[in-house]
């Protein structure tokens, strides 16, 4: 029933959402280590792909080079066959990290509204409440968000990947500090994401099912 | 671009508006450091109407120290800073708005307030004027320098004093011909001169900052 409820709230189509990722031979350096040297994957329309690793193997500096925010010390980054940098690369991202970017002054409503005029898809009044009663924060939409608990922040962080039209997801942890119907609503909505010809990285240290994909893996460290 | 200009702006100022203590510390700040010169210095006319521009110019110096270290660190702590970084429009862009946004809630009311406290300095009604001008023109120059300099210590432990370092010899000529605007009126000379040069130095701050500050920013969170 949830995933029917989702499919509708499709709000705005891909942009272009025939691309490909491609990583060639990418190596990183943190400090004195290296975390990983000559990694390569291409990621095409519908696939997700699943980075593992103990903490600290490098998982969420793999993701901070995929969006650009760091540069690798060797290796290339390509995205439509061109370099994946620049506000055409931006326009097709949506980057969830492990900080939430949500304001705790302003409420959720307000963080959402602001997200996505950031992310040049402005949505109205009406969208963006709905995208927050759909996950769950229904009559919390005008409280301060430090009112609410941890896992309510998440979610209002979250709330952005309802109404993105980004084609490219890169996703830190996004399931950590949900509870099992969130879990399960995000799950569906990124299994609605893949149908739509989108793409997915990311990581997580719980079991991932998303409905009716497999996802591709790849282990650091 | 516009746009984003706007929604920056009309961003930062709403999360002013909810962190109000944090825009008026800096408010009272200045007005005592203002306002203890008369009481330390005693009530020597001459003397005060003499030290008036640069005590008032030094006291918004410091204010805007304090007022700097917040303008991107809480967008970095929460993540909000990596989201702009991969917002679909040129950061600079993004940075004038943040700049703009900070100069109205740190550098406008010292700007306001600045001529009741020159009255404490015995200054005539002209140069009060002047006073205000010059601190209306003066005070967005801090915030376009002190930027880069907020950028560059960015998440750096002790940064506000590494800021300080930084940023405080870059404010000279802003203060020289801000203070020195007054002087010129009340030692009898057009302060024309100095109001433009000071004028001059907005223009091109506010032209290149923005772009300097992105680049550090970038820096900063690789």
Same mark, same amino acid.
């Given at each position: 029933m949830a995933q029917e409820a989702l499919l509708s709230l499709a709000l705005v189509p891909l942009n272009r959402p025939y691309s490909m990722l491609e990583v060639v031979d990418l190596s990183c350096l943190r400090g004195e280590r290296t975390l990983f040297t000559n990694l390569s994957f291409t990621l095409s329309p519908g696939e997700l792909l699943q980075v593992a690793g103990a903490n600290g193997s490098g998982k969420?500096?793999?993701? $901070?080079?995929?969006? #650009?925010?760091? =540069?690798?010390?060797? #290796?290339?980054? $390509?995205?439509?066959? =061109?370099? =994946? $940098?620049?506000?055409?690369?931006? $326009?097709?991202?949506?980057?969830?990290?492990?900080h939430s970017a949500v304001k705790e002054e302003l409420t959720p409503i307000e963080n959402l509204l602001i997200a996505s005029s950031f992310a040049a898809a402005p949505l109205t009044q009406p969208q963006a409440l709905e995208a927050l009663e759909r996950i769950g924060l229904g009559g919390r939409e005008h409280l301060p968000t430090k009112a609410l608990s941890q896992g309510q922040k998440r979610r209002v962080g979250l709330a952005r990947l309802l109404v993105s039209n980004a084609p490219l997801w890169i996703l830190d942890e996004p399931l950590t500090a949900l509870d099992v119907r969130a879990v399960e609503l995000i799950q569906a909505r990124l299994a609605e994401h893949l149908a739509q010809q989108g793409m997915i990285v990311l990581t997580t240290h719980q079991t991932l099912q998303v409905p009716g994909i497999t996802p591709r893996r790849i282990e650091l460290g | 671009?516009?746009? !984003?200009?706007?929604?920056?702006?009309?961003?930062?100022? *709403?999360?002013?508006?909810?962190?109000?203590?944090?825009?008026?510390?800096? *408010?009272?700040?200045? !007005?005592?450091? !203002?306002?203890?010169?008369?009481?330390? !210095?005693?009530?020597?006319?001459?003397?005060?109407? *003499?030290?008036?521009?640069?005590?008032?110019?030094?006291?918004? *110096?410091?204010?805007?120290?304090?007022?700097?270290?917040r303008l991107f660190a809480a967008d970095y702590q929460d993540g909000t800073l990596e989201q702009m970084l991969l917002a679909p429009h040129p950061l600079g862009v993004i940075v004038l708005g943040k700049i703009v946004a900070h100069w109205m809630v740190s550098g406008l009311p010292l700007a306001l307030m600045a001529p009741l406290l020159g009255l404490q300095f015995d200054l005539p009604p002209e140069a009060l004027g002047i006073l205000f001008i010059a601190l209306l023109l003066g005070t967005p120059i801090l915030s376009f320098i002190g930027a880069i300099g907020a950028a560059l210590t960015l998440g750096l432990r002790g940064g506000g004093v590494l800021l300080s370092l930084l940023v405080l010899p870059l404010y000279i000529p802003a203060l020289i011909f801000g203070a020195g605007a007054v002087e010129a009126y009340i030692a009898g000379v057009n302060p024309e001169g100095h109001l433009s040069l000071l004028a001059a130095l907005l223009i091109f701050s506010g032209l290149a900052t923005p772009w300097v500050t992105a680049l550090a920013l970038r820096i900063a969170m690789e």
């Open positions: 969420t500096s793999l993701l $901070r080079m995929l969006c #650009g925010l760091s =540069a690798p010390i060797a #290796g290339e980054i $390509r995205w439509n066959n =061109a370099a =994946a $940098r620049g506000e055409d690369f931006n $326009r097709d991202l949506l980057y969830i990290s492990h | 671009m516009g746009n !984003v200009l706007l929604s920056v702006i009309r961003r930062d100022l *709403l999360l002013a508006f909810r962190r109000r203590a944090d825009v008026l510390t800096t *408010l009272f700040f200045f !007005v005592i450091v !203002v306002s203890l010169f008369p009481l330390g !210095v005693g009530p020597e006319m001459k003397t005060l109407r *003499l030290i008036a521009p640069g005590v008032v110019w030094v006291a918004a *110096l410091l204010a805007s120290m304090l007022s700097l270290q």
